[in-house]
C-alpha cells in the first residue's frame, strides 16, 4: 500500500548526519521508501492512505546492534552483593558470573526462554527499536546454543522486529570444557558452528577475546572457520585489557569489535582501513563503574564508525532502552547527539551488515522509521528515561503510537 506521511521534519541520518529536512513527506511503498524530500517538491502522487504526523521529527527506526536478550534467570542478586563490596572474582568462584546464567539457561526450555527475551525486546521496540541483534552464548553446548539461536529467530517470527542471530559460543569455558580452551575452540569449529550454520540460524559468528575468556590465537581459529562456512565476524575486544583484539577483528574484515576501552591507536587505524565498525557500550561501563574510556579523539581522527548499543545482558548491562544509552554515549563517552544518534541508526546497520538496506531514510531503503514528539532530534539523547510520545513504522506500516 503506497502511503503518504506529511507534517513532519526528517532526520534522514544519511552519511551519519542529522541532514534535517524541514516541513518534509515520506512516501511508501511495498515495505520501502519510494520518495523523501521537502513536502514542496513532491509531484502530486496516488497514495492509498495519508497520515498527518502532527510535526513530528522523523528519525530512521533504531537499531540495538548488541544485545544478549535471550536468556534464563537473573542475576540482581548478584549486582546487590557487588555493591556490599564483593568482587566479581568471588562472585564467580562461588558459582556466580557468566557460569550461574549458563546454569539457568540451559535449565529453561525454549518456550521460557522465548518467554522472557520477548518481554525484555518489546521494552526495547516501544523505545523506538525496529532491528535487534541477539547473540548466543549462554548455553555453550550445541543443543543449548541451538535452543537460543532458535528463540532469536522465532522473536523475529512473532514481532514485527527485524532480528540478526549471531553465534557466540566462544562466550566463556563451560564447565565440561575445564582447563581444555583449545579443546572446546576445536568443538565449536569442528562441530557447533558447521551443524548451526546448516540450520540457517547463524547471520554471524562472536567470540570475547579477553585474558578471562579466549586468546587472540584461539578466536582466530574460530575466524577462520567462520569465514570457511561464509559468516561474517565479530568481536568483544579490548574490554578489560588490550590484547589487540580489534586489530585481529579488522584483519578478518569483522562487521565490528565492540567495548574498545583498551584500544590503542594502531588497532583504530586497522579498524579504519578494514570498515570496522566500533561498536561502544556505556551501558556496561556505567554498570561496572569502569574509569577507562574508549579512545574516542583516535577513533574520530581515523574515521572509525562509531555505533551504540544496549548490551542488554543479565550480569553486567541490564538495559532496557537504547534511547538511554544515547544519553550515555554522550554523558560517558562524550559523543556529540548527532553521533550518538549516528550510533543507533547508520551506523549499526553497517555493524550488522545492513548498511545498503537499513538505518537511513533514503529512497529504496526499508521504511522503518520512528516519529517522534520533540523539538529537536538532540532530544532523544536529552531525555532520561521516561516514554517519549512516537508512532513507530516497521516496512511501512505501523506498529506503535
Not at 283 to 296: C, I, K, N, V
Not at 366 to 372: I, L, P, R
Request: charged share 20%.
Amino acid at each position: 500500500m503506497r502511503t503518504l506521511w506529511q507534517h513532519c521534519h526528517v532526520a534522514t541520518m544519511a552519511d551519519g548526519r542529522y541532514s534535517a529536512i524541514e516541513d518534509a513527506a515520506i512516501v511508501t511503498n511495498a515495505g520501502l521508501i519510494e520518495w523523501i524530500g521537502p513536502r514542496a517538491g513532491l509531484a502530486p502522487v496516488n497514495a492509498e492512505r495519508t497520515v498527518d504526523l502532527g510535526g513530528a521529527w522523523v528519525t530512521p527506526g533504531l537499531i540495538d546492534c548488541h544485545t544478549h536478550a535471550v536468556f534464563g534467570g537473573n542475576r540482581s542478586g548478584e549486582f546487590e552483593q557487588r555493591l556490599q563490596g564483593v568482587s566479581y572474582a568471588e562472585i564467580a568462584a562461588n558459582g556466580g558470573g557468566i557460569a550461574s546464567t549458563v546454569r539457568a539457561t540451559r535449565a529453561a526450555s525454549e518456550d521460557e526462554l522465548f518467554a522472557s527475551a520477548r518481554q525484555r525486546v518489546q521494552a526495547l521496540m516501544r523505545d523506538g527499536v525496529t532491528t535487534l541483534e541477539i547473540k548466543s552464548g549462554y548455553g555453550l553446548d550445541l543443543a543449548n546454543e541451538r535452543k537460543m539461536l532458535r528463540v532469536a529467530r522465532r522473536l523475529a517470527d512473532e514481532l514485527p522486529l527485524a532480528v540478526r542471530a549471531t553465534c557466540l559460543a566462544a562466550h566463556a569455558l563451560p564447565p565440561e570444557y575445564a582447563g581444555r580452551a583449545d579443546d572446546y575452540i576445536a568443538h565449536i569449529c569442528d562441530e557447533m558452528l558447521p551443524a548451526l550454520a546448516a540450520e540457517g540460524l547463524v547471520d554471524a559468528v562472536d567470540a570475547f577475546c579477553e585474558h578471562l575468556a579466549f586468546s587472540p590465537a584461539q578466536v582466530e581459529r574460530l575466524f577462520v572457520k567462520a569465514r570457511e562456512l561464509g559468516l561474517p565476524v565479530k568481536l568483544h575486544a579490548e574490554q578489560l585489557s588490550s590484547l589487540h583484539g580489534s586489530s585481529l577483528a579488522a584483519r578478518y574484515q569483522a562487521l565490528s569489535a565492540d567495548h574498545l576501552e583498551f584500544m590503542t591507536e594502531e588497532d583504530a587505524i586497522a579498524m579504519a582501513a578494514a570498515g570496522t565498525v566500533a561498536v561502544l557500550l556505556p551501558g556496561a561501563f556505567y554498570f561496572l563503574r569502569e574509569t577507562q574510556l574508549p579512545p574516542m579523539d583516535a577513533l574520530r581522527r581515523h574515521g572509525v564508525k562509531i555505533a551504540l548499543a544496549s548490551d542488554l545482558n543479565p550480569g553486567t548491562s541490564p538495559g532496557l532502552s537504547l534511547r538511554l544509552m544515547l544519553n550515555m554515549g554522550c554523558t560517558c563517552f562524550r559523543l556529540t547527539p548527532e553521533e550518538a544518534l549516528a550510533g543507533v541508526t547508520v551506523h549499526a546497520a553497517t555493524a550488522l551488515g545492513l548498511g545498503d538496506s537499513h538505518g537511513s531514510l533514503e529512497v529504496g531503503k526499508v521504511a522503518d522509521f520512528v516519529a517522534w514528539q520533540i523539538e529537536r532530534p538532540a532530544d532523544l539523547a536529552y531525555w532520561l528515561g521516561g516514554d517519549l510520545p512516537k508512532r513507530v513504522v516497521r516496512k511501512g506500516h505501523e506498529i506503535f503510537k
